[in-house]
């Protein structure tokens, strides 16, 4: 259960900026349907906007990362965040995406090891070297 | 500093199975370069043989997903644990495969967002839709 | 599923010193509900006399913050932290001390933010300037 | 040290993009320091510009919470993170903003109990109790 | 939910590096049940193989600690990382190889008062003193 | 840096609720060394105070897990949480106890396993046995 309502859209439609970010939605995706995330944030309208926003100049925009990649390491961080919500959801953009099941495997693999390495690293407090300095 | 004493070449060398491992990574890498890490893991020949075993099988193997692409998401997950260590060494790792000033500005840019929605979904508690079921 | 049981009111009435703390509980809060984190510790009736010792100090004594400051506070390192069952109690807490919907999403908006920025410090391992030092 | 390179004033003056936001931060703050945080991000001119417009929006619009408790909140983000950089510098913001010595020991108490029981309701796995839904 | 389908024995034994694994999973338990961890990774025959190999190694060898030690610190390590899988199935794997119901409440309130100084440390950022170092 | 002054010895004896727990620190450890954790704490007498009771009632009390099993856990809790400090002060505490070479790289061994399938199950979002459930 969440800690807010999720907004509906008999109520989204009544709401004007909210209505405006959920047609932007729609229009981006190609798809009427409005994932539960976009309904929490929805009693915030400044908010939201705001975060659909950065997801449509960070995720949606051309750029040096393809958009695959990009749902890959959104993933990568979700998990070790162990946002479950987050995890669902960018797995299923990343399928919608292209994503196929040797990638999803490799991927988990590599989240895996990183989680691995990440608590040695830590568990012995390793200094970083100074070959690493960016030059 | 660390919790353990770093591993000096010569100590290394005393040891068959630390010398087989570190004549690996060096023979891998074409470069006698040993970064702090495996001079930690060294006390403990059977894991840092294990450790190197899977870095060679996940990061250096042939597979679905690209060199560069793979320390991404390495540097995300570590980012996302809070690993100093961890961070500095995949993030010259990518840029030695080639990731540009570009790129690891996307990078970071997407590590970022995903922590901040991660932030909303988890304090919003969102139930995860059941369109995302995996079928 | 729990990990242990939950204790029941007719057990909890046959261990003293579980019920003396379930007694200062409801009366604390004015109301006959215990909710299931005191049921869980209750196993451990040092323990659960500990942590409800420092719930009254923290949390109930007149203090600098006021006692919505403090549920909002408590919110923002649950939600960090990805527990679910604080994340849920706190939010009740809060409400029941008069959060606001407005306040609420504020609160949320800052986690989120913290979130971002959190992470983007992190990735980009900024040193801490000197200014900020304690005086 | 850094992932990247701090921009210098030198450097920011030269990218329009980048002058723009240092000298919106500039005086918004009435003071010349610009710090570590801004000078990483500047590579990244449009994100530099929206973390920066999201810091004005949420941090410091006029809203339902006022400017020291938004610090609080930040800082308790932070410290669960563990976010070194934004621990130092949002307790030295919120120190500017007023915070006093006591109010400092409060949070620290409530970030830690926080913690605490956190850890406590996640070992149990205590499930949320049903009095807990939103209404 | 999980994001990959769970593999039936069905499956399961058409797939020999499958097979193979899941034989020697249930030679080493004495059991038939297979829990749905495995059942998740078997999808990659090779990390199936890996994490299995690394469990027999590291949990399940002769050595410095005994068996019961390295479940707690099993559930310890999940606990802190939120892994609520991992906190049911080491909680049962603990309880399985003798812990009685005063071994966890000690290691909760254990893992509790830990979580509590992590954060306490973590919030006054706390300078590791000099006499720690490792001689 | 900390984000407190350490308090002084000299400082420490003017305040009797502060010098009361340092004495109490040096007779329960049979040495004068006071390590900067309390020092930060001790702005905060109460809070000093409580923190230190805990420490004894959980760390000190015979029980039923040993002395150096109730360090690991604590090692084990601050590396997943990623509390520097944390981990160099436990880790000079369970060397104090009789930590042996051999038992604290099978600990960090099981970390790093731990870490990695807490990152595998939490990316895999594997549904929990109901075999795990409680009796």
């Known amino acids: 259960m969440a800690t807010v309502k ?4 008999q109520e989204a439609e009544a ?11 729609r229009a981006a995706r190609k798809s009427d349907f ?9 009693h915030d309208p400044a908010q939201l906007a705001r975060i659909w926003g950065q997801i449509k100049a960070i995720m949606g925009a051309p750029g040096a990362l393809d958009p ?8 990568a961080v979700s998990t070790a965040n ?11 953009a990343a399928r919608a995406k292209g994503m ?3 990638q999803h495997a490799e991927l988990v693999a590599i ?5 691995q390495t990440n608590h040695l690293a830590t568990a012995l407090q390793i200094p ?3 070959e690493f300095q960016v030059k």
């Open 111 to 115: 989240i895996g090891l990183a989680g």
């Open 100 to 102: 196929t099941g040797a």
């Open 68 to 75: 695959l990649t990009r749902e890959l390491i959104y993933i």
């Open 34 to 42: 409005i994932n539960n995330f976009w309904r929490g944030l929805a």
């Open 6 to 9: 999720l907004m509906t859209d």
């Open 15 to 25: 709401i004007p900026a909210v209505k405006a970010v959920f047609d932007e939605i």
């Open 82 to 92: 162990g946002c479950s919500y987050c995890i669902h959801s960018h797995t299923a």
């Open 128 to 130: 970083v070297d100074p």
